[in-house]
């Protein structure tokens, strides 16, 4: 594992510094980098923002680049991911597109579906939601039960996928489908491409505790959908989400760090003004939370060696999301106490502390314990995939 950056690579990071330095816009500024933002009033602003960055070759930084991308290192996207944090830029969009279908298409694509989907999903001209989800199919998403059935040269989607997370802004859904109903329900699934325009797709928003809008139930009914869209072999699904959950279980580590970091710095200045340093046992959980993101810090340092020398993700990054996800959940909660009695208060209240930042942040910090698989199917998957513990 190393601990260092060629001068090259910090001279990427360097450049894409100042890059950021000069190019943030007006309008993030004067918002306030709002943490909490309505996601819909800004969508726009930030898919702007998203293409401006691609234009200056910011997104897709490892993708080949006969499909839109720049063909540089994991390392130095990494770098520039930090950097995006630092920096109080904007969030970029269609993450579930570039960081999830992108993979899955890159690795087991045809070359139409190359150049098909690649570059408009890089450029955010078309936005992307993931169908994995069901209501009897969530941790156990091999459970699934909305059905492909090929005719002719089409496939008949029926079913119900549920927090698909911007479907209502999606123009794409990548499905889970059971294409043989006959089979192992882990080897009689395909990996599908819907457009979601297609006639007989309903989408239903769920609100969600946080009061945000961005879940959907979707509903699928005779949905037609070209053969030519499915992803690798009728029955090679399994194997697909896999390599895309890989992906998103070990994804943007170093982000991930600068982001809790900057937290940690916040919770730091919080435990001041509020004098809880005072109290010996605020001390002990703050010192935890030192150490744990510093924990955090060489963890991604580490998976970062690991694609840097060619590895894909396997089941060891399942240890980094269960790790980042119960760390940052620990975060919040230490942040939120740190408000008192007041921390209780909804994030619209005019005595909640900080703009009821924490108490915000201690909702939100729950998902991360459910999606891309629960805390406690990532243990499982550590224990019998990474340790090799027989199954009980």
Same mark, same amino acid.
């Given at each position: ?27 993030w ?9 309505? +996601?819909?009033?800004? $969508?726009?602003? !930030? ?7 691609y234009? %200056?070759?910011? *997104?897709?930084? &490892? ?43 890159i690795?087991?694509?045809?070359e ?45 989607v029926?079913?119900?996928?549920i ?14 489908v ?8 882990? +080897?009689?699934?395909? $990996?599908?491409? !819907? ?8 989408? %239903?928003?769920? *609100?969600q505790m &946080?009061?945000?809008?961005?879940f ?6 005779d ?15 399994w ?22 970091r ?10 001041r ?39 894909k ?6 240890l980094q ?9 620990r975060?919040?909660?230490?942040g ?11 994030r ?8 009821g930042?924490w ?34």
């Amino acid at each position: 594992m190393d601990f260092t950056f060629s001068e090259a690579e910090e001279t990427y990071r360097e450049k894409a510094r100042a890059w950021l330095r000069a190019h943030v816009p007006q309008w993030w500024k004067d918002a306030g980098a709002q943490e909490f933002g309505d +996601e819909d009033a800004m $969508f726009d602003g !930030i898919r702007r923002w998203h293409q401006e960055l691609y234009d %200056a070759g910011y *997104v897709g930084v &490892t993708w080949p680049v006969a499909y839109g991308g720049q063909g540089i290192g994991h390392v130095e996207n990494a770098l520039l991911q930090e950097e995006l944090v630092l920096g109080d830029a904007p969030p970029t969009t269609n993450g579930l597109g570039i960081g999830l279908c992108g993979p899955a298409i890159i690795h087991h694509g045809s070359e139409a579906q190359k150049k098909r989907f690649l570059r408009p999903m890089l450029r955010a001209e078309e936005m992307w939601c993931q169908g994995y989800s069901e209501p009897g199919a969530g941790s156990d998403l091999a459970n699934l039960r909305t059905t492909a059935e090929l005719r002719s040269d089409r496939y008949v989607v029926n079913g119900q996928k549920i927090w698909t997370s911007m479907a209502h802004r999606a123009d794409w859904i990548f499905c889970l489908v059971r294409t043989d109903p006959k089979a192992d329900k882990h +080897e009689g699934i395909g $990996f599908l491409l !819907i457009d979601m325009k297609t006639p007989g797709i309903e989408v %239903a928003p769920l *609100v969600q505790m &946080t009061g945000g809008r961005g879940f959907s139930q979707c509903f699928f009914k005779d949905v037609e959908v070209p053969a030519a869209n499915l992803i690798g072999a009728p029955t090679q699904g399994w194997q697909i989400a896999n390599t895309v959950l890989g992906y998103e279980r070990g994804a943007s580590t170093l982000s991930r760090y600068a982001g809790y970091r900057r937290e940690f710095e916040q919770l730091i200045s919080d435990a001041r003004r509020t004098r809880r340093t005072r109290d010996g046992v605020y001390r002990q959980r703050i010192a935890q939370a030192a150490v744990e993101l510093e924990v955090l810090r060489l963890n991604s340092l580490r998976s970062l060696s690991a694609l840097a020398q060619g590895h894909k993700p396997g089941p060891e990054s399942s240890l980094q999301k269960l790790y980042y996800s119960e760390m940052g959940h620990r975060l919040a909660r230490l942040g939120n106490d740190l408000e008192g009695a007041f921390g209780q208060l909804a994030r619209k209240s005019h005595r909640s502390p900080e703009g009821g930042r924490w108490a915000q942040r201690l909702l939100q910090s729950r998902g991360p314990l459910i999606f891309a698989g629960t805390s406690e199917i990532q243990r499982n998957i550590i224990s019998e995939r990474v340790l090799g513990l027989p199954r009980r």
